[in-house]
Every structure is written in structure tokens, then in C-alpha cells.
């Protein structure tokens, strides 16, 4: 079955460090570009950050995230990663991982992780 599956959230205090997974399984992640968003309650899914495919020479990042989260990936075990430091409370959200080409997912939406930033 192709999916992606995201994986490794959880409650953290503000000034902690989080990393989560993205899993893909039936197909090799290796020749996509994969982007992390994330949706916070009330708001629409915005984009965090994006790694090109095959080596990830290329990373972008929201100015949001900009110096505080690091994503990469791991071509052996098909996943890509997402290091978050410095949280705040604002980082709060479920975070997904796709592939996206113009404004069109290529696979289907997982069930995402869910992060939550709070003392």
C-alpha cells in the first residue's frame, strides 16, 4: 500500500525539541521532494518546510521556522525528518508530510502527528 505515515509528535514544554518522521511505504520516497505542513486549530495548513529530492541538497523554510527547525532525510530508510528546536507555543499544530506539485498533493493525505507546545 502506498502511504506516508507521520510519526514522533507529542507534548513538549516551550524551549524543547521535537523530531518527527515521515514514513513512506510501497514505493520509494528517494526521487520526490517532500514538504512538511502543519494545521493548527482554526487555521488553514500552511507549509513549514521542503527538501528536494534524491541527495536534499535544497531545503526551504517558513519564516516562522527559519533557524529553529532542521529537515532532512534519509534515503536508506525512506524517511524524511523534521528537527524541531526552540519550540513555542505557536508551533502547536498537527504536522503532515506530502509531496507536492504546484498545489496538488501527489499522495493522500496521512493522519499526521500531533504536536503540542505547552507548560
Known amino acids: 500500500q502506498v502511504q506516508l505515515v507521520e510519526s514522533g509528535g507529542g507534548l513538549v514544554q516551550p524551549g524543547g525539541s521535537l523530531r518527527v518522521s515521515c514514513a513512506a511505504s510501497?514505493?520509494?520516497?528517494?526521487?520526490?521532494?517532500v514538504s512538511w505542513y502543519r494545521q493548527a486549530p482554526g487555521k488553514e495548513r500552511e507549509l513549514v518546510a521542503e527538501?528536494?529530492?534524491?541527495?536534499?541538497?535544497?531545503?526551504t523554510y517558513a519564516d516562522s521556522v527559519k533557524g529553529r527547525f532542521t529537515i532532512s532525510r534519509d534515503n536508506a530508510k525512506n524517511t524524511v525528518y523534521l528537527q524541531m528546536n526552540s519550540l513555542k507555543p505557536e508551533d502547536t499544530a498537527v504536522y503532515y508530510c506530502n509531496s507536492v506539485v504546484g498545489s496538488s498533493a501527489i499522495f493522500q493525505w496521512g493522519q499526521g502527528t500531533q504536536v503540542t507546545v505547552s507548560s
Open positions: 527538501i528536494s529530492n534524491f541527495g536534499g541538497a535544497t531545503t
Open positions: 510501497g514505493f520509494t520516497l528517494t526521487r520526490y521532494a
